[in-house]
Every structure is written in structure tokens, then in C-alpha cells.
């Protein structure tokens, strides 16, 4: 199983970002997928999730700035992150979860300067 993040970066505050999580070796479709997210001495935090049929759950400082989707031919889940803040610098993993499994990628670093 894998999950690769990618399409964070370094960015100015008011930016957008794409993040994008490709996997492989799950059955993509049944997979509830998440974005979760790390910034510097906080523990990990859900930014967003995703569920097999398409209902999302977001936390109340991304409402209406952060989009997760999925797209279930590519295996692929992302998040559009508009308006970004310096409150948002952290490192950006995204999980995948169907009954007790679950998986994690690696993260993409976001950093978002003032």
C-alpha cells in the first residue's frame, strides 16, 4: 500500500495550494480518505475527510477556504487550499481508512510566509 503526497510548498499568505494524494494497492473507492495535517510542535490535527460516498467533514478553521474531493479512476484525493494563512504552515498527510485498516502517507510540507 502507498500513498504519496504532493504540491505543498512555499507560498505567501493569501495563496493557493493543491495538495494531491495518489495510492496504490487498496480498493480506492471504499476508502474513506482524509487530510490531516502537523505544524511545528502541535500534535496532528483533521483538516478533512472524504467518506466512499462522498460526504466531506472539515474543521472549523478551513470551512469555506479548504476543498477536499476525490477522484476514484485515479485513486487520487485532493485538497484545494485557498486563502492561506501562516496558521496553516504544517506538514499535510492524508489517511486512508476502510473498517480497521488504515494507511498513511508520508506528508507534504506547507508554508506559508507573511
Known amino acids: 500500500v502507498q500513498l504519496l503526497e504532493s504540491g505543498g510548498g512555499l507560498v505567501q499568505s493569501g495563496a493557493s495550494l493543491r495538495l494531491s494524494c495518489a495510492t496504490s494497492?487498496?480498493?480506492?473507492?471504499?476508502?474513506?480518505m482524509g487530510w490531516y495535517r502537523q505544524a511545528p510542535e502541535n500534535e496532528r490535527e483533521l483538516v478533512a475527510t472524504?467518506?466512499?460516498?462522498?460526504?466531506?467533514n472539515y474543521a472549523d478553521s478551513v470551512k469555506s477556504r479548504f476543498t477536499i474531493s476525490r477522484d476514484n479512476a485515479k485513486n487520487t484525493v485532493y485538497m484545494q487550499m485557498n486563502s492561506l494563512q501562516p496558521e496553516n504552515t504544517a506538514v499535510y498527510s492524508c489517511k486512508a481508512a476502510w473498517e480497521r485498516a488504515a494507511h498513511w502517507g508520508q506528508g507534504t510540507r506547507v508554508f506559508v510566509s507573511s
Open positions: 472524504m467518506t466512499s460516498g462522498g460526504s466531506t
Open positions: 494497492g487498496i480498493i480506492f473507492r471504499l476508502y474513506t
